[in-house]
């Protein structure tokens, strides 16, 4: 029988409210954690998050929680990490210097540039170009409304249909070593990973308890597992 329990991490995240909310709107039962043994014996782990890379490390290195996450992982535990808990997945991001990550997917996390040129106006040039025709850049960060493309079945987008809309708001986002390890993809100038995959770890870019349907979908889909 299915559990219609998760534990969520608590190490100090400013959206940790907003994320439980949308779990209790679906029926679940949210335990909020900053204990590692709870970490450890739990069923399925969330991991949310917003705010910088860096402190979002720190602050589990304070609870002590990064060896229990592991534990979980190794264990077979799901594991979903949300906007900066996505990133916090990852080796290493450079957000205001170099900072290791929990490394539970091959990759790092870096900033958008800020010449990102949308898609539909990245022409060749040609000396006939002028000013008034110039494509406008894209704002960092990457903020609002933006579709998926998806690249792989999962039970975690079971119901997710290609072009649905998701709701961003960050300034970095995730390089995974392989591709095999995206999920969704989604176009900000370039494509970049909104959703990942790899084992029984997951992560969302954009956030669920903003995305109206779409999230609540994929969020009863990780309690399903």
């Avoid at 958008?112 to 494509?135: K, M, V, W, Y």
């Avoid at 909104?194 to 999230?215: C, I, M, R, T």
């Amino acid at each position: 029988m299915t559990s219609k329990r998760i534990t969520m991490i608590d190490y100090g995240a400013s959206n940790i409210r907003s994320a439980q909310k949308a779990f209790e709107y679906l029926g679940v039962k949210v335990v909020l954690t900053e204990d590692p043994e709870v970490v450890r014996q739990a069923d399925k782990l969330v991991l949310p998050g917003v705010g910088a890379f860096g402190s979002g490390m720190n602050g589990l290195r304070q609870h002590q929680l990064p060896g229990a996450i592991h534990e979980a992982v190794r264990r077979g535990v799901p594991f979903l990490g949300i906007c900066v808990g996505m990133q916090l997945m990852f080796d290493k991001s450079d957000e205001m210097g170099i900072h290791r990550g929990l490394g539970l997917i091959p990759g790092r996390v870096t900033r958008f540039p800020d010449n990102l040129i949308p898609a539909e106006q990245q022409t060749p040039g040609s000396p006939t170009d002028t000013p008034s025709s110039a494509p406008h850049a894209l704002k960092v960060p990457h903020m609002g409304w933006n579709q998926l493309e998806l690249a792989w079945e999962s039970p975690l987008l079971q119901g997710v249909n290609q072009g649905a809309y998701a709701y961003f708001v960050h300034s970095y986002y995730c390089d995974p070593a392989a591709a095999t390890a995206i999920l969704a993809w989604t176009d900000y100038g370039f494509p970049f990973a909104a959703v990942v995959a790899q084992d029984n770890v997951y992560g969302l870019q954009f956030h669920p308890e903003k995305s109206q349907n779409l999230g609540l979908r994929i969020l009863q889909n990780f309690v399903a597992m």
